[in-house]
């Protein structure tokens, strides 16, 4: 009873036992008979429970023993969890696969951590192996004293932790104006969260002295694109990390073993991976990663610039996209929402596509930038519905729709910072649906 | 005795006090080590990985030189595979010449000609991402005489004119002024909760 703002509402419809038990046999059924191939194979539940259930058998697994431990192993999931996965792109499918990016499975994600092979990539040139041994940060520039640091040198300054989601800048492109995308995965799963540790930057510039008249800061990765960004220096100073550590492990490869830079709340394209340069300047470099890439169209022709934030947004992960209801009853909406600006204030959920909403369950932990999880009990008469989630954030900022959004933006080709209220449909006969357009 | 809480805000306080940037509201202020672990390295001994130009007044681009003509033969050779034949579009990637033009139609149409405001992007780019399979080879002369080419292509150089640290700043792109700083929240939505206008789509 003590995760979170419950609202009378949804403490007053808390299920009974029956139900409850229907849930779970729900939740169960998903992760068991999803079909393995294909993005859009996702089965919420198989039938329809019976008022009374079968007698108990004792299975077989609690007649015989278990595995024993082996010498030593790193652990994976259950066989039968082998249908959660990162899945490339797969809406708008890239001709080489070097310059891409894969998705989480958002709609299989427990809590608000991604785990660390399920977390979202985006790769400029592939992904390096590093040797942490051999790799060097650098930084030079506008400092009193240039510096070069090894991994153990790094791992001396004490450990920050925190946690942040990351959300490509991209995420969700294929859907303003069609409904592209079948899953969640497919038009949310450009996101994950992780917690990072580290070192806070300002302590290593601190260290190098910055001069004054410096306003900017380069960052470059070591992998065969050298991706690089320029940052104001303000943000950099605030709350940046430099990461070695996610979810209690090193950095993976695929998101940048042995280091990487982490802003909290930007676009995940500035948390530069691989990171090996940091120098200080007093302008933007204008490099094509910020002008033919990563800005945004607008009217008359104009693109918008160092668009860095990624404004509050929220999705309903279950039901969503691909998903099928057994039939009326009660389902708990649940899903995540999100803020590059602070932590998240209020969440939102209509089923009747926006004419009313009601307040969903926040629950704890609610942290800066970081994802947090919503739900909300709904009782499903068996008529087609539209179920959509909308975020508030700690700046006031509510969650637009893609129609209000291009009312000031441009929408035409490629538009990043989509951020929008996301409906799906559900049909009288179960399906859930993107019906974003 | 002192709370816990009145221990973080004492810490809090003497961490400001003491000229620290604070990390967030919520987490006691982590210790800001007195003793660094860096190494001194000169510009000299960094000069190998310094390679970003600063595109708007090409601060940072070597020596070297090069003319369409030369790029071409680069071309051929390093970039067609992927590109295209004059750098029309090809097996992988799109076209680098047009559009200039597009941005006010319904399709915008983005190559270096059309979007980069400032030319020596091209060298930038090129240089540390290009060819694809074998970044960072190319040596300074390709790179110049690749940018002049695909300038070229674009109307936006003659096909003699030679490309250096000099030339390449001067060439001016279509482009230059398109870009708007950012200026959001340019959203307002209301927290309606009931009779509300059904969520809208694109037309």
Redesign the interface.
Known sequence: MSDGPVTSKSRSERPRASGRRAFLRGGVTLAGTALAAGAAGIRLAAAQSSPVAQPLEIPEWTKTPGRPIPPEMYGMPSKYESRVMRRRTDVFVN??N??DWSMSPLHSQHGIVTPNGLFFERH??GTPSIDPGKHRL???GMVK?????TMD??M???A?S?FHFLECSGNGLTD??KAASTTVQQSHGLLSCAQWTGI?V???LD??GVQSGAKWV?F?GAD???H?RSIPIDKV???CLIAYGMNGEALREENGYPLRLLIPGWEGNVSVKWL??I?I?D?P????SE??RY?D??P??????????M?CKSVITSPSGGMKLPGPGVYEIRGFAWSGNGSIA?V?V?AD??????PAVVEHPI??RCLTQFRYRWRWDGRPA?I?S?A?DSTG?????????????A???FVQHHNV?F?WSVSANGEVKNA?? | MRSPRTSVMVALIVAVAAGA?M??A??PQ????SV????????QA?AP????????DGKGLPPGRGTATEGKTVYDAKCLA?HGDKAAGG???GAMVGGIGS??T???V?T?GS????AP?LF??TR??MP?DK??TLTNDEVYALAAYILALNGLIPETAVMDAESLPKVKMP?RD??????????????????????????
């Open positions: 001709r080489q070097l310059s400029h040139a650098v930084i030079h004293q240039p510096l070069v640091f040198n790094l001396r300054y004490p920050v925190r303003w104006t806070p300002s302590w290593l260290e190098a380069l470059e065969g694109s050298s690089t100073m605030n709350d090996h340069r120098k300047v302008q470099a204008h490099f094509r002008t033919a800005t169209p607008m008359e022709g104009k693109w918008r610039q160092f668009s860095f934030e404004e209020a939102d209509t596509g926006g004419r009313n909403w009601q942290m800066d539209k959509a909308r508030v900022y509510v969650q637009p729709t893609a129609e209000e959004i291009s009312r000031v933006r929408i035409v080709g209220i409906p974003i357009a | 940037t990390v967030t919520q987490e982590i210790g800001r080590p660094g672990f860096g190494t001194p390295i000169t510009e960094i990985w310094n390679i970003d130009v600063r595109t708007s992927c097996s992988v990637y941005f006010t319904k399709t915008r983005l270096p979007m980069y405001p400032y992007i930038d780019y540390r991402a694809m970044p960072l482009n398109g870009f708007i700083p950012d200026t959001r929240p340019d959203v307002k939505a209301t927290r309606c909760m009931t009779d509300c206008p059904p969520i809208g789509v694109i037309k």
